[in-house]
């Protein structure tokens, strides 16, 4: 069963940029669409943002034109770029990775954006 490890969170300034990485830990990697969820204090989990086996992108309209998802197979990794920044940014990111009859996530990293 595939295993997912997020990184990249930290603290960054509004406006600034970061980087996450999702990896993956399947040799089917490429059978599966990933997701980026985030849930902010007090807040719903939300989609962010998704990639299929295709490469065919997603975004929320939240993040669309700032965030950038996107996959690299032979690494077995996917990224979120996050530009441009905003203090409603402020969340704990998780990976998901969806197959048939298959669902993980992973740990979760922190993104903190002061204003």
């Known amino acids: 069963q595939v295993q997912l490890v997020e990184s990249g969170g930290g603290l960054v300034q509004s406006g600034g940029s970061l980087r996450l990485s999702c990896a993956a830990s399947?040799?089917?990697?490429?059978?599966?669409?990933i997701y980026w969820y985030r849930q902010a204090p007090e807040k719903e989990r939300e989609l962010v943002a998704s990639?299929?086996?295709?490469?065919?992108?997603n975004y929320a309209d939240s993040v669309k034109g700032r965030f950038t998802i996107s996959r690299d197979n032979a690494k077995n990794t996917v990224y979120l770029q996050m530009n441009s920044l905003k203090p409603e940014d402020t969340a704990v990111y998780y990976c998901?990775?969806?197959?048939?009859?298959?669902?993980?996530w992973g740990q979760g990293t922190l993104v903190t954006v002061s204003s």
């Open positions: 998901n990775a969806k197959s048939l009859g298959l669902e993980l």
């Open positions: 399947s040799i089917n990697f490429r059978l599966y669409t």
């Open positions: 990639i299929t086996t295709i490469n065919s992108p």
